[in-house]
């Protein structure tokens, strides 16, 4: 009887196991990661009416996650403190290699041209030209971007510097990390004398009309432009219920679409986050940063004179291009 018992329990405890393996557990609240690449006031002033939407429409609370950094997203993502959100490429690369990510959606340029770019800005009347700047003498403060930036740090590596044989720390006096909104004021200020940013941040700054923003736009000038870069991917965790993922996707996709006052209403919302409805997506979305990464990674193999990796590099790079083709028109 005793052995009856301790197998009827051995079983169940199976089962439940093999249910919680096969079934998400049932989810009570959703986390929405959110770079704060300006500050987190703004940026919640911005996403709250978003969120609060999505709530309603969901049926349960949609919470934002803060990060100063998509470093500590991408982490986030990875430990399950959060379950979907809106990454740069660069970082929602990272999000589907090292945190279980999948892309399902993309943001939508509200000016009509599908994009944005990386630049470089410096002082406006400082003499500062591009030409300057790359003579590597070590007497220029630059401010890059947070490390999984795709414009303030991995498109001006990719386009500028590494096709150049330039290493920024070796190149410059100093190479302060820091945001966007963070970059602009310290360019505006002269704390340092140049920096990445990228068209979308400052669009996003114009849009706020207050005097401290169009002091400091009209103070800086923008002396390099990156080839156009793909709108930013947002990125849920694979493994979260489909039912749920099939709710998400049914908000996303008809959130601010139609002629209605209440479409009208959402629109206006989603312009305070700068994109038009958004749009599905899948993976195949990173393909154009995977081919600026791999190009990265084969200058820096050609420039140490690595053989072996100049070859795995161009390898990796023409299955890239090979997998782009096949699924872009023409």
């Given at each position: ?10 079983l169940?405890a ?12 049932e ?14 006031q ?7 009416p ?20 998509y470093?500590?997203l ?7 403190q ?17 945190a279980?990510?999948e ?25 500062l ?38 290493d ?82 049914d908000?996303?996709?008809?959130y ?75």
């Amino acid at each position: 009887m005793i052995r009856r018992s301790l197998l009827i329990l051995a079983l169940s405890a199976l089962a439940a196991c093999s249910n919680g393996g096969d079934t998400p557990a049932e989810k009570r609240e959703l986390n929405f990661s959110i770079l704060s690449a300006e500050s987190q006031q703004s940026a919640q002033a911005d996403w709250q009416p978003f969120l609060d939407d999505m709530s309603k429409a969901l049926g349960m609370p949609v919470k934002a996650y803060y990060g100063s950094n998509y470093t500590g997203l991408i982490e986030a993502m990875r430990f399950k403190q959060t379950d979907l959100g809106w990454f740069t490429n660069q970082s929602g690369l990272e999000a589907v290699r090292r945190a279980g990510g999948e892309v399902f959606a993309r943001s939508v340029n509200p000016n009509g041209v599908d994009g944005y770019e990386a630049v470089i800005v410096v002082p406006k009347g400082s003499g500062l030209t591009l030409e300057k700047l790359l003579q590597c003498d070590r007497t220029i403060d630059f401010g890059i971007g947070d490390a999984k930036s795709t414009s303030g740090t991995l498109a001006p590596m990719t386009y500028l510097f590494a096709p150049r044989g330039i290493d920024p720390e070796a190149c410059f006096k100093t190479v302060r990390a820091a945001n966007h909104e963070a970059n602009l004021f310290a360019v505006s200020s002269g704390t340092v004398d140049a920096a990445t940013n990228n068209t979308a941040s400052m669009e996003r700054l114009a849009m706020l009309e207050t005097p401290i923003a169009k002091r400091t736009l009209a103070s800086v000038e923008i002396i390099w432009r990156s080839p156009r870069i793909p709108e930013d991917p947002m990125v849920w965790r694979k493994d979260l219920d489909p039912a749920l993922k099939k709710k998400i996707a049914d908000f996303m996709f008809s959130y601010g679409v139609g002629d209605t006052p209440e479409a009208a209403r959402q629109r206006a919302i989603l312009e305070r986050i700068q994109t038009l409805p958004f749009k599905a997506a899948d993976d195949t979305h990173l393909l154009p940063v995977r081919e600026m990464e791999a190009t990265g990674e084969l200058l820096q193999a050609k420039a140490k004179g690595d053989v072996a990796a100049v070859a795995k590099a161009e390898a990796a790079l023409a299955a890239i291009r090979k997998e782009r083709a096949a699924i872009e028109p023409g």
